[in-house]
């Protein structure tokens, strides 16, 4: 029996990197069965034990114990699976550009609630800043000061024009790092910046939609030659959150935590209830209109079923 990191899955093969050497796995049939909660029983980052049969593939008959990961409700209306899309991770950092993909600040918010529901750290990286306006710039910066005094480190980059690449190769440095976002926002662009070895291909925005193209088809951890590694993950454009009921949802917020106590109502949705102090230190400026309106839209979809997956 062997012992290796999930370095890439496909669904069909798996690569497992054991001592240094890759090695094309498939899974165990009865562990598919063992996790039909799950449209996936094993994501990258997985330690996994594995048998090397003669044909230099792997069987693999056990997934170590996780210590997190980041999961979500597997897309599509009628799907009522978790999809485990990492594991074993130090720090999650959200990808977003200043435009060619729009900047969607609501799903920043959505998935920094899902670090902080599954205790990851998580940050934001706004790429693309050469292509900013003067004033999305300035909107930017604003809310780049918000978030750094929630605790969330935030990053402006450009690879284009070199703008703190070495910043964010530090911050890689000595952990083992995901990269998540919509299509086209320049993960791959910014891991090849970092690491010209790495080579992931990429592709241009669409003329159509003025969305990103899926390049990255499947999840792949990277080691980096300035240290660290980072698993580059294939484009979101939803993400359902699992494991949440509506009156927990403002706990996820660090700004929310001062009031909670002094609501009226222990189980306060901080959204029609009276003498709510939420609602009055929104109203005080405290809390940004932006990430009220975040929570708020959060909680309707909570309200709608997110939370009810796997239950």
Known sequence: MHTGTVIRSTGTWIDVSVKGKVIPSRIRGRMRLDHENSTQPIAVGDRVGLVIQNDKTGLITQVH?????????????????????????DFIWIVQATQQPALNWRLVDRLLVACETQDIPGGVVI????????DLSVSIRELDEYYRQLGYPVVLTSVAEKLNLKTLSHLFS???????GPSGVGKSSLLN????????????????TSKGRHTTAHTELHSLITGGSVMDTPGIREFGLLDIKPWELAHHFPEFRPHLTRCRFPACTHDHEPDCAVKRAH??????????????NILYTLRLGDADIGR
């Open 174 to 180: 000595d952990k083992v790092n995901v990269l998540l």
């Open 283 to 296: 109203m005080k400026e405290r809390i940004s209109d932006e990430r009220y309106e975040s929570y708020l």
């Open 193 to 208: 910046a970092i690491d010209p070895e790495i080579n992931i291909p990429t592709k241009s925005i669409s003329n159509k």
């Open 65 to 89: 114990r996780r210590y997190n990961c980041l999961q979500r409700r597997a897309a599509g209306r009628k799907v009522r699976k978790r999809q485990v899309l990492v594991a074993n991770v």
């Open 127 to 134: 790429n693309k800043m050469d292509l900013a306006a003067p």
